[in-house]
């Protein structure tokens, strides 16, 4: 979906990676401040880019870690689901493992920061100014929930790949793809089925989000059984493992 940087916008460069920002977000924030402007506006927003500004951090880490084993990553886009780095580690499993294993790193370094943080800021500060131990609170809370989620043993998530990583050490890439992707893409459809009568029966704009998410996994799940399955089809008719 975002293999080029078609409908981007050039953010910075830092570490030889460059950052964009698809069009997308932009639209999303802006129907956000359509249905909240009130006097919270301020707090939502300053929460809306730090949950990006910890996606980014995260991004690096599999950037970085992928240049760290002498693989290429140049570029992070942005976009309403989260972000993307494209990376491309050297073709062996223990450097995709690490290359992808590195994302949720950064967010488990976070966890005693962030905590550290709204304790900090509890002791120092007691009852005043509310508001800044709040958004203090929500932040440590983003990004636990971030760790949590791309941990999930769901391809195409970071646990996911992590597992399909751990697998391709035992019965090589082909089949850890291939099993991966159909455990992901069967989530998905569970995932989304689920949320899409959730968001229809009581009108749920969470579940909504989660159905968006759904379709992405499942067809990004879907993109991988095909490889699979060509890379099946290539060692079945060569009789050369790749």
Same mark, same amino acid.
């Given at each position: 979906?975002?293999?080029?940087?078609?409908?981007?916008f050039?953010?910075?460069?830092?570490? +030889?990676?460059?950052?964009?920002?698809?069009?997308?977000?932009?639209? #999303?924030?802006?129907?956000q401040?359509?249905?909240?402007?009130?006097?919270?506006?301020?707090?939502?927003?300053?929460?809306?880019?730090?949950?990006? +500004?910890?996606?980014?951090?995260?991004?690096?880490?599999?950037?970085?870690?992928?240049?760290?084993?002498?693989?290429r990553?140049?570029?992070?886009i942005?976009?309403?689901?989260? +972000?993307?780095?494209f990376?491309q580690?050297?073709?062996?499993?223990?450097?995709v493992l690490?290359?992808?294993?590195?994302?949720?790193?950064?967010?488990?370094?976070l966890?005693?920061?962030?905590? +550290?943080?709204v304790?900090g800021?509890?002791?120092?500060?007691?009852?005043?100014?509310p508001?800044?131990?709040?958004?203090?609170?929500?932040l440590?809370?983003?990004?636990?929930?971030?760790?949590?989620?791309n941990?999930?043993?769901?391809?195409?998530?970071?646990g996911?790949?992590?597992?399909?990583?751990?697998?391709?050490f035992? #019965?090589?890439?082909?089949?850890?793809l291939?099993?991966?992707?159909?455990?992901?893409?069967?989530?998905?459809?569970?995932?989304g089925?689920?949320?899409?009568?959730?968001a229809?029966?009581?009108?749920?704009?969470?579940?909504?989000?989660?159905?968006?998410?759904?379709l992405? #996994?499942?067809?990004?799940?879907?993109?991988?059984?095909?490889?699979?399955?060509?890379l099946?089809?290539y060692?079945?008719?060569?009789g050369?493992?790749?």
């Amino acid at each position: 979906m975002l293999a080029d940087n078609a409908g981007t916008f050039r953010l910075f460069r830092v570490f +030889g990676v460059t950052v964009y920002l698809h069009w997308s977000w932009l639209a #999303v924030a802006y129907i956000q401040y359509l249905f909240l402007r009130d006097a919270h506006l301020l707090e939502h927003f300053a929460l809306y880019g730090s949950l990006f +500004g910890i996606v980014l951090l995260h991004e690096f880490g599999h950037a970085l870690a992928c240049r760290s084993v002498g693989g290429r990553a140049e570029k992070i886009i942005l976009w309403p689901l989260g +972000g993307i780095a494209f990376v491309q580690p050297p073709r062996r499993p223990g450097a995709v493992l690490w290359s992808i294993a590195a994302g949720p790193l950064v967010n488990l370094v976070l966890v005693p920061v962030t905590v +550290g943080l709204v304790v900090g800021a509890a002791v120092m500060l007691g009852d005043a100014l509310p508001a800044l131990q709040d958004y203090l609170y929500w932040l440590t809370a983003i990004n636990a929930i971030l760790l949590a989620f791309n941990m999930l043993p769901i391809y195409p998530l970071d646990g996911g790949q992590i597992v399909q990583a751990l697998l391709w050490f035992f #019965v090589g890439y082909t089949r850890s793809l291939l099993w991966s992707a159909w455990f992901g893409l069967i989530c998905a459809v569970l995932l989304g089925v689920s949320m899409l009568w959730i968001a229809v029966s009581q009108a749920s704009e969470q579940a909504a989000w989660l159905v968006v998410m759904a379709l992405f #996994v499942g067809w990004q799940s879907w993109r991988g059984i095909v490889i699979a399955r060509t890379l099946a089809q290539y060692e079945q008719q060569w009789g050369q493992s790749v």
